[in-house]
């Protein structure tokens, strides 16, 4: 069977809404099939295995159907039917009715979950609503998470906004008034001018209890000494903290932060076999929050960003200073960024193999207690050493804060202006004027709060936080009546703000909506300028990969710390998708082609990144945490396929897998996935005896003509790629001796060679408008908050053909998805 004839089949059916007739089904190539090797077994009245096939009909798309039609498939592909002593079809035969039957299924599937060509009404997912949040209370929710409790929301292609997924339950109501309250308090804390203050520490620097006694014994707790870096397992010395200031900072606000320290020890006698650090690096020294609340401030909390990190002199006692933010209740800690790996397990690394550096008197010690004490004393482990910290803050104090200005509209509360604020506040969280009906009820709020004896400032807060428990708020704008395909100006405004920055529409956008000029093409085009040339763009290019890409997965399946330790002590995994967010903001800055994802060869990496990939000599060492623009040598990388956050989250994160590799760029590069394997097939063929690689296991496993229908599409574009570890570092063999060679050549369906990765992104590059239109599709869904269904396909086109002249410029291209009437259709 040609595929232009399997194309027209699935395509009739998928146009069918009539029931087939008994002569409609015998013209049917799979009804045949099931006609010649099924039925009889499978019959009305003698069902065998309690399974009918001759009532089957293809035209239905219920869920009975796709589970009857999935079975089918899932035998015929494992060879399990029809039984060995009934007549067998032959291959041909066999892989045809696979193909077309799934063909009917995915047009099942289709059909059943599709939208219509509209976007259903949705809530906020997590990601919105803490944006939202933030934005309209003016809070900065760098350590504040005020959804950390909610339920994940469902992903869909791994999409977090698509609409039909989106369920609200109990318990995420119960959160959402949780939520309201943490946040209305936190923006209206303050009652009055907060007074700048300053705290010293010096000489009582007591660390997590495993470190105590040493330190004791070494220096009498003089020095707060930091030795591994802060992702380790059982960390030891990964977060100084300050155990005399155990509330934190008594307000929200910025502090500035002096440490007088020094880094020691780069200068280490001890070998790579006894301390984990690249010592060719110098030291750098960061600072993370602690939340006091929690009482661990020695372990990894929740949220932990970095705020700040300087590079500390070798063995020059110097001051440095930060400026950072702090919340209320949150402390500094300071961790070594690079430290090393397992320090632990480095005190008895040293006795076994530096103890002659030791003292004869220490020499004898057993156990891990023994060991500690004698290297932390006498022993040259790399640290960085903190002699005194000072903090004052907050310092530069607005007042009244931002957040007051915006909900009361000074430092104190007026209620004789209570209605007018509650009016302003709900059209705000709402994205549109608030209706008179929904002022008068959120104001009974007010009103019966003040009459059960609260203050009118309690009162209001109260009001506000229903408000923020309000469909109207929660809920994306509903779509408006019947007459109108269109969205609203404001539903418009509300879809083009959460598309290009994750949150809600700026002053700018609310003013066009008010004034009815947003269905423009002209406005619309200069907002998507305006708005992708923002710093709140940032937020859709971060949210857009996690979802195109599967971002969000990364560190899911966490590398093995043995085999990847520069994955843990240089925190690669934020660098990695900070690499490809930069990739895709430059795209967009320069308005260059979207083709770049595949063929560009450079990238934007940090020291720790060009290390990953040979080229630290593009990376100056006095600017390591900074991103440099850099220009590969080495043609195996280059684009997305070459980038470590891609290798790694199509890795299992102990091995590397050419099928899982393959399967992902079919669905995120090709936009073609194949269906799911069956159910109770093998991940490999149990006759493997005799393969020596992983191309031979595929080979072996891919022999079954059913299995080669989607092998030979899966594991060539893997086979490119297992030409990097599972965290993207080169290599040329699986084993450390090089006996296992790795071959990266590989055969695409329709003929055309390669030979690794470079040649594979230009045979991706011959199927262009395939990546064009996956990248299209997945904006789209990113942007409409659905999936793009076949019935979208000619809009698609239609966008693509404004661009195509110029070779898909990125920034065009949004432009052109903005502007459509798919963008703006309810």
Same mark, same amino acid.
């Given at each position: 069977? *040609?595929?232009?004839?399997?194309?027209?089949?699935?395509?009739?059916?998928?146009?069918?809404?009539?029931?087939?007739?008994?002569?409609?089904?015998?013209?049917?190539?799979?009804?045949?099939?099931?006609?010649?090797?099924?039925?009889?077994?499978?019959?009305?009245?003698?069902?065998?295995?309690?399974?009918?096939?001759?009532?089957?009909?293809?035209?239905?798309?219920?869920?009975?159907?796709?589970?009857?039609?999935?079975?089918?498939?899932?035998?015929?592909?494992?060879?399990?039917?029809?039984?060995?002593?009934?007549?067998?079809?032959?291959?041909?035969?066999?892989?045809?009715?696979?193909?077309?039957?799934?063909?009917?299924?995915?047009?099942?599937?289709?059909?059943?979950?599709?939208?219509?060509?509209?976007?259903?009404? %949705?809530?906020?997912?997590?990601?919105?609503?803490?944006?939202?949040?933030?934005?309209?209370?003016?809070?900065?929710?760098?350590?504040?998470?005020? *959804?950390?409790?909610?339920?994940?929301?469902?992903?869909?292609?791994?999409?977090?906004?698509?609409?039909?997924?989106?369920?609200?339950?109990?318990?995420?109501?119960?959160?959402?008034?949780?939520?309201?309250?943490?946040?209305?308090?936190?923006?209206?804390?303050?009652?009055?001018?907060?007074?700048?203050?300053?705290?010293?520490?010096?000489?009582?620097?007591?660390?997590?209890?495993?470190?105590?006694?040493?330190?004791?014994?070494?220096?009498?707790?003089?020095?707060?000494?930091?030795?591994?870096?802060?992702?380790?397992?059982?960390?030891?010395?990964?977060?100084?903290?300050?155990?005399?200031?155990?509330?934190?900072?008594?307000?929200?606000?910025?502090?500035?932060?002096?440490?007088?320290?020094?880094?020691?020890?780069?200068?280490?006698?001890?070998?790579?076999?006894?301390?984990?650090?690249?010592?060719?690096?110098?030291?750098?020294?960061?600072?993370?929050?602690?939340?006091?609340?929690?009482?661990?401030?020695?372990?990894?909390?929740?949220?932990?960003?970095?705020?700040?990190?300087?590079?500390?002199?070798?063995?020059?006692?110097?001051?440095?200073?930060?400026?950072?933010?702090?919340?209320?209740?949150?402390?500094?800690?300071?961790?070594?960024?690079?430290?090393?790996?397992?320090?632990?397990?480095?005190?008895?690394?040293?006795?076994?193999?530096?103890?002659?550096?030791?003292?004869?008197?220490?020499?004898?010690?057993?156990?891990?207690?023994?060991?500690?004490?004698?290297?932390?004393?006498?022993?040259?482990?790399?640290?960085?050493?903190?002699?005194?910290?000072?903090?004052?803050?907050?310092?530069?104090?607005?007042?009244?804060?931002?957040?007051?200005?915006?909900?009361?509209?000074?430092?104190?509360?007026?209620?004789?202006?209570?209605?007018?604020?509650? %009016?302003?506040?709900?059209?705000?969280?709402?994205?549109?004027?608030? *209706?008179?009906?929904?002022?008068?009820?959120?104001?009974?709020?007010?009103?019966?709060?003040?009459?059960?004896?609260?203050?009118?400032?309690?009162?209001?807060?109260?009001?506000?936080?229903?408000?923020?428990?309000?469909?109207?708020?929660?809920? +994306?704008?509903?779509?408006?009546?019947?007459?109108?395909?269109?969205?609203?100006?404001?539903?418009?405004?509300?879809?083009?703000?959460?598309?290009?920055?994750?949150?809600?529409?700026?002053?700018?956008?609310?003013?066009?909506?008010?004034?009815?000029?947003?269905?423009?093409?002209?406005?619309?085009?200069?907002?998507?300028?305006?708005?992708?040339?923002?710093?709140?763009?940032?937020?859709?290019?971060?949210?857009?990969?996690?979802?195109?890409?599967?971002?969000?997965?990364?560190?899911?399946?966490?590398?093995?710390?043995?085999?990847?330790?520069?994955?843990?002590?240089?925190?690669?995994?934020?660098?990695?998708?900070?690499? *490809?967010?930069?990739?895709?903001?430059? +795209?967009?800055?320069?308005?260059?082609?979207?083709?770049?994802?595949?063929?560009?060869?450079?990238?934007?990496?940090?020291?720790?990144?060009?290390?990953?990939?040979?080229?630290?000599?593009?990376?100056?060492?006095?600017?390591?945490?900074?991103?440099?623009?850099?220009?590969?040598?080495?043609?195996?990388?280059?684009?997305?396929?070459?980038?470590?956050?891609?290798?790694?989250?199509?890795?299992?994160?102990?091995?590397?897998?050419?099928?899982?590799?393959?399967?992902?760029?079919?669905?995120?590069?090709?936009?073609?996935?194949?269906?799911?394997?069956?159910?109770?097939?093998?991940?490999?063929?149990?006759?493997?005896?005799?393969?020596?690689?992983?191309?031979?296991?595929?080979?072996?496993?891919?022999?079954?003509?059913?299995?080669?229908?989607?092998?030979?599409?899966?594991?060539?574009?893997?086979?490119?790629?297992?030409?990097?570890?599972?965290?993207?570092?080169? %290599?040329?063999?699986?084993?450390?001796?090089?006996?296992?060679?790795?071959?990266?050549?590989?055969?695409?369906?329709?003929?055309?060679?390669?030979?690794?990765?470079?040649?594979?992104?230009?045979?991706?590059?011959?199927?262009?408008?395939?990546?064009?239109?996956?990248?299209?599709?997945?904006?789209?869904?990113?942007?409409?908050?659905?999936?793009?269904?076949?019935?979208?396909?000619?809009?698609?086109?239609?966008?693509?053909?404004?661009?195509?002249?110029?070779?898909?410029?990125?920034?065009?291209?949004?432009?052109?998805?903005?502007?459509?009437?798919?963008?703006?259709?309810?």
């Amino acid at each position: 069977m *040609t595929s232009t004839t399997l194309i027209s089949l699935v395509l009739l059916l998928a146009m069918s809404c009539c029931e087939w007739s008994a002569s409609a089904k015998a013209a049917d190539p799979a009804f045949g099939f099931l006609e010649n090797y099924c039925i009889e077994c499978h019959t009305v009245d003698d069902p065998g295995g309690q399974r009918e096939f001759e009532t089957l009909d293809f035209a239905k798309t219920h869920l009975d159907a796709q589970i009857q039609l999935q079975e089918i498939i899932d035998q015929l592909t494992l060879g399990s039917m029809p039984p060995e002593d009934a007549d067998q079809p032959s291959d041909s035969e066999r892989v045809s009715a696979i193909e077309h039957l799934t063909g009917v299924l995915e047009s099942m599937r289709a059909e059943t979950s599709s939208t219509g060509g509209q976007t259903v009404l %949705r809530r906020l997912s997590r990601r919105e609503y803490r944006n939202t949040v933030g934005d309209l209370l003016a809070i900065d929710m760098s350590m504040f998470d005020p *959804t950390i409790e909610f339920p994940a929301d469902n992903l869909s292609q791994h999409f977090d906004n698509i609409g039909d997924t989106l369920v609200t339950s109990g318990h995420l109501l119960e959160k959402y008034l949780d939520a309201a309250d943490r946040c209305i308090e936190k923006a209206l804390a303050l009652s009055e001018r907060p007074k700048t203050q300053t705290w010293s520490f010096r000489d009582d620097f007591v660390q997590q209890p495993e470190l105590n006694r040493a330190h004791r014994l070494a220096f009498n707790y003089k020095h707060l000494v930091l030795y591994d870096h802060p992702l380790n397992d059982k960390p030891e010395g990964a977060y100084g903290h300050l155990h005399r200031f155990d509330d934190g900072v008594p307000v929200d606000g910025m502090y500035e932060v002096k440490v007088l320290a020094e880094a020691l020890h780069r200068d280490t006698p001890y070998n790579k076999r006894t301390i984990f650090i690249d010592l060719d690096e110098p030291f750098r020294m960061g600072i993370r929050p602690g939340d006091t609340s929690l009482g661990d401030l020695v372990h990894t909390q929740p949220i932990q960003p970095k705020l700040a990190e300087a590079v500390i002199d070798d063995n020059e006692l110097k001051w440095y200073t930060f400026r950072i933010p702090l919340d209320r209740g949150f402390a500094p800690r300071f961790t070594f960024e690079n430290g090393q790996h397992d320090v632990r397990g480095a005190y008895a690394r040293v006795f076994r193999n530096h103890v002659d550096t030791l003292p004869a008197s220490v020499r004898g010690g057993k156990g891990i207690v023994a060991h500690r004490n004698a290297v932390i004393k006498h022993g040259q482990l790399p640290q960085i050493r903190i002699h005194e910290v000072q903090i004052r803050g907050p310092v530069d104090v607005q007042w009244p804060t931002q957040s007051q200005q915006r909900l009361v509209g000074g430092s104190s509360f007026d209620p004789e202006k209570a209605s007018e604020r509650v %009016r302003q506040f709900a059209s705000r969280a709402y994205r549109r004027p608030a *209706t008179a009906d929904e002022v008068a009820g959120l104001m009974t709020v007010y009103q019966s709060r003040v009459a059960s004896g609260h203050t009118p400032f309690q009162a209001y807060k109260d009001t506000l936080k229903a408000a923020l428990c309000s469909p109207a708020f929660l809920y +994306l704008s509903p779509p408006p009546s019947a007459e109108s395909s269109k969205l609203s100006q404001h539903g418009l405004a509300e879809r083009l703000s959460y598309f290009l920055t994750s949150s809600m529409p700026d002053g700018r956008l609310r003013q066009l909506a008010d004034e009815g000029q947003l269905h423009n093409p002209a406005t619309l085009r200069e907002e998507t300028k305006r708005l992708l040339g923002s710093r709140d763009s940032d937020a859709f290019v971060a949210d857009f990969l996690d979802s195109w890409l599967n971002l969000r997965a990364l560190g899911s399946m966490p590398p093995d710390p043995k085999a990847s330790r520069e994955y843990y002590a240089a925190g690669l995994e934020p660098e990695m998708k900070q690499e *490809t967010q930069r990739f895709l903001r430059d +795209l967009i800055d320069r308005n260059a082609s979207v083709l770049l994802f595949l063929s560009g060869n450079y990238s934007f990496v940090n020291r720790d990144l060009a290390k990953l990939y040979g080229i630290e000599d593009q990376v100056p060492v006095d600017a390591a945490a900074d991103f440099h623009r850099v220009v590969f040598r080495d043609h195996r990388r280059g684009g997305l396929l070459g980038q470590a956050s891609v290798l790694t989250v199509s890795a299992n994160g102990i091995e590397t897998s050419p099928v899982i590799r393959g399967v992902w760029l079919l669905e995120n590069v090709l936009g073609t996935p194949t269906p799911p394997p069956p159910d109770d097939v093998p991940s490999l063929d149990p006759d493997v005896r005799g393969a020596k690689s992983i191309r031979d296991q595929l080979d072996r496993h891919s022999e079954s003509a059913a299995c080669n229908v989607c092998h030979r599409k899966i594991d060539p574009l893997g086979f490119a790629l297992e030409g990097f570890d599972p965290i993207g570092r080169v %290599r040329q063999s699986y084993d450390a001796r090089g006996k296992q060679k790795i071959d990266t050549s590989g055969v695409l369906p329709g003929g055309e060679t390669f030979a690794g990765p470079a040649e594979l992104r230009q045979r991706l590059l011959e199927r262009k408008e395939f990546f064009v239109r996956t990248v299209t599709n997945r904006l789209l869904s990113h942007g409409l908050g659905r999936r793009i269904e076949p019935t979208d396909r000619a809009a698609v086109d239609a966008i693509l053909d404004q661009v195509k002249a110029d070779d898909y410029p990125m920034a065009d291209l949004i432009a052109a998805i903005v502007v459509s009437d798919l963008f703006q259709q309810r």
